[in-house]
T-cell receptor, first 112, second 114 residues
Framework: DSGVTQTPKHLITATGQRVTLRCSPR?????VYWYQQSLDQGLQFLIQ???????AKGNILERFSAQQFPDLHSELNLSSLELGDSALYFC???????????FGQGTRLTVV | AQSVTQLDSHVSVSEGTPVLLRCNYS??????LFWYVQHPNKGLQLLLK??????LVKGINGFEAEFKKSETSFHLTKPSAHMSDAAEYFC????????????FGTGTKLQVIP
């Protein structure tokens, strides 16, 4: 167990809908990262927050947004969902940027 | 620009023989380098990390990696493969240049043949 908790584990939703994925980092970790893993794109870094502020941005679509709250948990919001958004979404946390990250078990999103 | 290249998408070894998973990187800043392993239907687990200390890094489960700046490589090795090593391995580079950038390699699937 990495100490990073992601909910829900599985999510099935229809195209055009909006979902929110939640991540609770390890105790003491200030950085949270979001990744998308799909068969055709591999593992893609989406976005990183550090102590509530955006710290780095990767290949995140405009339909997606994220935030980190004062209690350091983070949410990834995916809207206007398309079939191609079906993927495994991972959250990771680290004490600070550029240190090792610990990954949650992921949320498997299926868009039908 | 920052990039990571995992030179082999699939590697197959016999149980008990050495493992070599290759990774080359480029980064404009002094990078931190990591290897992660992902077993089927599981999350990613950190194997080892390089953060500008010793160039030979030892990780969990008998894996190690050597940071070679002149070759911009960070290859992962293990002297003797075990069946439980069968998984996908990701090389990751992270650098701070005012704004952190994290780049994953495309992964190498390791098959271990009994």
């Amino acid at each position: 167990d990495s100490g990073v908790t992601q909910t829900p584990k599985h999510l099935i939703t229809a195209t055009g809908q909006r979902v929110t994925l939640r991540c609770s980092p390890r105790s003491g970790d200030l950085s949270v990262y979001w990744y998308q893993q799909s068969l055709d794109q591999g593992l893609q870094f989406l976005i990183q927050y550090y102590n509530g502020e955006e710290r780095a941005k990767g290949n995140i679509l405009e339909r997606f947004s994220a935030q980190q709250f004062p209690d350091l948990h983070s949410e990834l919001n995916l809207s206007s969902l398309e079939l191609g958004d079906s993927a495994l979404y991972f959250c990771a946390s680290s004490v600070r940027p550029n240190t090792e990250a610990f990954f949650g078990q992921g949320t498997r999103l299926t868009v039908v | 620009a920052q990039s990571v290249t995992q030179l082999d998408s699939h590697v197959s070894v016999s149980e008990g023989t050495p493992v070599l998973l290759r990774c080359n990187y480029s980064s404009s800043y002094s990078p931190s380098l990591f290897w992660y392993v992902q077993h089927p239907n599981k999350g990613l687990q950190l194997l080892l990390k390089y953060t500008s200390a010793a160039t030979l890094v030892k990780g969990i489960n008998g894996f190690e990696a050597e940071f070679k700046k002149s070759e911009t490589s960070f290859h992962l090795t293990k002297p003797s493969a075990h069946m439980s090593d069968a998984a996908e391995y990701f090389c990751v580079v992270s650098s701070l240049g005012g704004y952190q950038k994290v780049t994953f390699g495309t992964g190498t699937k390791l098959q271990v043949i009994p």
